[in-house]
């Protein structure tokens, strides 16, 4: 009796050790997805740092094709964080510790500033494509709506009644390369340093409305403020294209054409996210993103891609036949423009 008794235990515990297996298994398989070794693969991150006119370009045309291009050529998604504002503004960001890997700036002379930081190599951009110039995009005057003032030149802009926006050099590349516009379309024109200085000193007694940046100013004539706003080229086109411009885009006789230096911050790099940002880098000079550019009104480096789409400036011409961003800086922007001009006014 005893021995069938332990017979039946037997059978009842391994019947149950059976049942607690096939429990156990199926309450694995529902949740293995779930566990750990399962999680999504984190998509690797690139992080961007751009001056103001780029945020719909870059967001809605550049990082997308690249992230079509990674994921056919490596299987992996990529994502991208971003922030765009004035080119002053994100250098000092990125000088005080903002985690940019890649930077796109609207002048050198800020590149520069990073280098003087010690964030980056002295010049380190010049060894990418063309010095570090991703794209560039000539200095235009945009007024209302059937150019009531009259205004064809940047020499209108200092007549008595003319109400000027402009973006603030303090914080704005864009308004630096309007300073230099305004000042050097006057001597490629012929005329003296001394009326080359009148021409900037008497546009800006008509700057009637500032703003932190390029797209700050241009929001702020949206809005009413003054008869006419220097800025990009590149803002009117990209919004003649998609029919929202509510405008005349006057293109002076001779002006500069603004030149926009990326700028690879190493220091952000972890070393397994160093060939997709190389990547990225080496994407912004192809075919594919160039076009890109040129589709949201910038210019492309390489002038093939611009000569069917962009209206010709008479007489152009770039900060290097200036004598470079050094010697603007001390004696234009400096020593005429805030020393003088401003300093001069109540």
Same mark, same amino acid.
């Given at each position: 009796m005893s021995e069938r008794l332990a017979q039946i235990n037997w059978s009842r515990i391994l019947g149950r050790a059976v049942m607690f297996l096939l429990v156990g298994a199926l309450v694995f398989y529902a949740v293995e997805p779930w566990l750990p070794w399962h999680a999504p693969t984190r998509p690797r991150t690139i992080i961007v740092y751009g001056f103001s006119i780029l945020g719909d370009v870059m967001t809605k045309g550049i990082f997308p094709a690249f992230q079509q291009e990674w994921q056919a050529r490596t299987g992996e998604p990529i994502e991208f964080i971003a922030s765009f504002a004035g080119s002053g503004t994100i250098t000092n960001q990125i000088i005080l510790g903002v985690p940019a890997q890649v930077g796109i700036l609207s002048t050198e002379l800020d590149a520069q500033r990073l280098a003087d930081a010690g964030v980056l190599p002295d010049a380190t951009w010049r060894k990418l494509p063309h010095n570090g110039t991703v794209n560039l995009t000539p200095f235009v005057i945009l007024t209302r709506?059937?150019?009531?003032?009259n205004i064809h030149d940047f020499? %209108?802009?200092?007549?008595?009644?003319?109400?000027?926006v402009h973006a603030d050099p303090r914080t704005s590349g864009g308004a630096m390369w309007g300073i230099l516009a305004e000042y050097g379309s006057a001597r490629q024109m012929g005329a003296s340093e001394t009326a080359a200085a009148a021409q900037l000193a008497g546009i800006w007694k008509n700057v009637v409305a500032q703003a932190s940046s390029a797209r700050g100013a241009?929001?702020?004539?949206?809005n009413g403020f003054g008869d006419a706003l220097v800025t990009y080229e590149q803002e009117a086109l990209y919004d003649i294209a998609r029919g929202k411009f509510d405008g005349e885009l006057i293109y002076p006789r001779s002006t500069i054409e603004s030149?926009?230096?990326v700028v690879v911050i190493d220091r952000n790099i972890a070393p397994a996210e160093r060939?997709?940002? %190389?990547a990225f880098v080496e994407f912004l000079w192809s075919e594919r993103a160039q076009k890109i550019f040129t589709a949201y009104g910038f210019r492309s480096v390489d002038d093939a891609l611009n000569r069917a789409t962009f209206t010709p400036i008479e007489k152009p011409f770039r900060v290097a036949d200036m004598g470079g961003w050094q010697t603007v800086k001390q004696t234009i922007i400096d020593a005429l423009w805030q020393a003088k001009i401003i300093a001069a006014q109540p």
């Open positions: 709506p059937g150019n009531p003032k020499a %209108d802009l200092m007549r008595p009644g003319i109400g000027v241009r929001t702020q004539f949206e030149e926009h230096t060939a997709a940002v %190389d």
